[in-house]
């Protein structure tokens, strides 16, 4: 099964997982398993936001790079806005950011375009078509995460999580299933939601 294939829409509401902060906490302290993590579930978004702001696809990976250097270097500087402010929001101030230094590095290009320097357009601001592409791609990242979580969490594990929070399967039939207790199924669906809080942490 590939990453987009997962039906991430029959999760529970994923805004709701974006509460922990072990997935910044543990960026913090530079685990490398983490950034790992971090890199193969938010680059495609990375990249999404990079190429809504027209950067030439040339200058896409150095762009790409850039930002993940300035995320590197700027993780411990990071604190949550008690007023709304996001991890999500942040990489996007990030992405804004290295993309306005690529247009003023280039030779023939005075500024960047008032598009790229709108760091938050609110949704009403956007074609539906660009609403519709970000939202896939947030679906997307989700996705990867439930791909690395299920590919470092016990078979067993993971398809009791997958029969009680997707298929919609009682904890009791499944624990029947299993042979074990409900409390233990209940249990491994906690544990898989906890390790997507981990990842998704920046609501």
Excluded: C
């Excluded at 027209?54 to 007023?83: K, N, Y």
């Excluded at 590095?105 to 598009?115: C, K, R, V, Y």
């Excluded at 399967?169 to 491994?188: L, W």
């Amino acid at each position: 099964m590939q990453p987009t294939d997962f039906p991430v829409r029959k999760l529970p509401d994923l805004a709701s997982l974006s509460t922990t902060s072990s997935l910044i906490g543990n960026l913090k302290a530079q685990s490398p398993e983490q950034w790992n993590a971090f890199v193969l579930a938010y680059t495609p978004l990375l990249r999404f936001w990079i190429r809504s702001k027209h950067i030439p696809p040339a200058d896409e990976d150095d762009v790409l790079q850039e930002t993940l250097r300035s995320v590197v270097s700027g993780m411990g500087q990071f604190q949550r806005d008690p007023h709304g402010g996001t991890f999500r929001g942040w990489l996007r101030i990030i992405v804004n950011r290295r993309v306005v230094d690529n247009f003023r590095n280039q030779p023939t290009e005075g500024l960047a375009p008032q598009s790229v320097l709108d760091a938050h357009p609110v949704p009403s601001q956007k074609e539906d078509e660009v609403v519709d592409e970000e939202e896939q791609a947030l679906i997307n990242l989700k996705a990867r995460a439930m791909e690395l979580v299920r590919q470092s969490t016990n078979h067993n594990t993971w398809e009791m999580f997958w029969l009680t929070v997707v298929d919609g399967v009682s904890p009791a039939e499944v624990a029947r299933q299993f042979h074990v207790s409900p409390s233990a199924v209940r249990m491994a669906k906690a544990r898989v939601l906890n390790r997507l809080r981990t990842l998704l942490s920046g609501g």
